[in-house]
């Protein structure tokens, strides 16, 4: 018996010295394996073996849902975001709905009859209700005219209670197109929005795609919702801003919403998305970052270049407006806020009163200058109180999100694309604007002093 324990002694030991040889094998395998995936992808799923939707619907080749996909040229990641196990996400949100027992303060919103959607209010009356610290006040958040859609649609908004995927396309602009990777348990979870206008709804009947009889129209995952723009704004920009950012109250029982711009594939299941980026990082909104600029001033310069507004004077005025109400560049004093201006195709939102007023605030600022988001962004987001909690990931996450293709270049029945902007000629900037008593760029002259010292050291 001695013996037989006595020669085991180098066999233990010879075990236990493969063991750890295989456990540090297999661990530097794995590191490799992650090393490898974090650099070429900016998502880890634990669970690679999801349930995963296929076939969501079937599109005539006339279509061209897939047509223009624009391209990205990032080969690294070096901020991967970690997936919980789909069946965990689906249980814990599961729970919050069934748990949810209202928002946390009460947000009320103004009441009536105006000229227009959002009552059109002066610079005084908008700035006055950036300071909420009393729950008894009002709030203006559009709906001083009535939404015009129909009263079914209306009914199944209601119903929508706990995530809500919502898109837009107006005049034709773009193409409907399907999510990809949603779980077997996503659509019991999570409804899917597109509002639409009257030629966008004529495209859609000319590919066969629904029949303009229907009272409730459906293509794939998203009901379509027919807007009566007529009732509305002349600028179908403006017309997609009121779904964009009045998400709250267009479905009041929702707790979470993700937005995305029609030009956009979502690539990624919507309750992963919305747990990882909003729920484990306890804040009221996730947006990615702009993939070139920091400071607001360098979106604006960029939207006047590039003619994304027709109204170059209106840009002007905005920015003054801003400025002469302590508008900053950005600096690192904005922390833990890693930039001022967003890439704003894709929102994700955890509906309460901190999203719910900035979103408000927001819609304002739009309609009084124009449908431009990234320009206000910064400023309402510093100048609300209370503060809202934002997450701004990476350019190469949001990459990763969604494929961007290019808008429509012809309408669906092959004609040319009718643009309403391009039908308004460019309004220059006024002098006076750029000199103020023989000075620089009038009241932003301290805004441009800072940006640009900053960016020449």
């Known amino acids: 018996m001695g013996k037989l324990i006595t020669t085991s002694k180098p066999l233990i030991l010879k075990s236990k010295l493969l063991c750890f040889s295989l456990f540090y094998l297999f661990t530097t395998l794995f590191l490799a394996l992650y090393t490898t995936l974090s650099q070429s992808k900016c998502f880890f799923r634990s669970s690679p073996s999801d349930p995963i939707l296929n076939s969501l619907f079937n599109y ?10 624009i391209s990205t040229t990032r080969s690294t990641c ?71 859609v129909s009263n079914s649609d209306k009914i199944a908004m209601e119903k929508c209670d706990n995530v809500v995927v919502v898109s837009a396309i107006f005049n034709d602009h773009d193409k409907i197109r399907q999510p990809k990777g949603l779980g077997s348990k996503t659509l019991e979870n999570a409804c899917f929005f597109m509002f639409v206008d009257e030629v966008t709804l004529k495209g859609l009947a000319y590919h066969r795609l629904i029949s303009i009889k229907s009272k409730e129209y459906k293509i794939g995952v998203w009901r379509i919702v027919k807007v009566a723009t007529e009732k ?38 919507p309750l992963l998305l919305i747990h990882s980026l909003v729920i484990n990082e306890n804040v009221d909104m996730a947006i990615s970052k702009h993939p070139f600029y920091v400071h607001t001033m360098e979106e604006a310069m960029a939207t006047a270049r590039w003619k994304k507004w027709w109204d170059v004077n209106g840009l002007k005025v905005q920015m003054e407006t801003y400025c002469e109400n302590g508008m900053e560049p950005w600096s690192p004093r904005k922390l833990p806020y890693a930039s001022d201006v967003p890439d704003s195709a894709l929102i994700l939102r955890r509906h309460g009163v901190g999203n719910n007023l900035f979103s408000c605030l927001m819609f304002n600022e739009l309609e009084a ?35 961007e293709y290019r808008h429509n270049l012809k309408s669906s029945d092959g004609t040319s694309l009718k643009k309403v902007s391009s039908s308004r000629r460019t309004k220059r900037a006024k002098p006076d604007l750029y000199v103020n008593n023989g000075s620089c760029c009038g009241g932003c002259h301290k805004y441009l002093s800072t940006m640009w010292g900053e960016s020449n050291d």
């Open 232 to 269: 509305l704004y002349q600028s179908p920009a403006m017309n997609g801003i009121i779904p964009k950012y009045l998400v709250h109250r267009l479905f009041p029982n929702s707790q979470f919403s993700i937005w995305i711009d029609a030009k956009l594939q979502l690539m990624v299941d």
């Open 78 to 148: 070096s901020s991967p975001v970690f997936f919980s196990d789909y069946w965990d996400v689906v249980k814990e949100i599961e729970n919050l709905r069934k748990n949810f027992r209202g928002y946390d303060g009460v947000l009320r919103y103004m009441q009536g009859n105006a000229d227009t959607f959002g009552g059109n209010l002066s610079t005084i009356t908008r700035l006055s209700y950036f300071n909420h610290r009393n729950d008894s006040i009002v709030v203006p958040c559009g709906f001083l005219k009535q939404f015009p």
């Open 60 to 69: 005539p080749s006339s279509y061209g849902e897939h047509k223009y996909a």
């Open 369 to 403: 200058f124009n449908p431009r988001d990234q320009l206000p962004f910064a400023f309402v987001r510093d100048h609300m109180n209370p503060k809202m909690k934002l997450n701004m990931f990476e350019v190469e996450v949001f990459e990763q999100v969604a494929v």
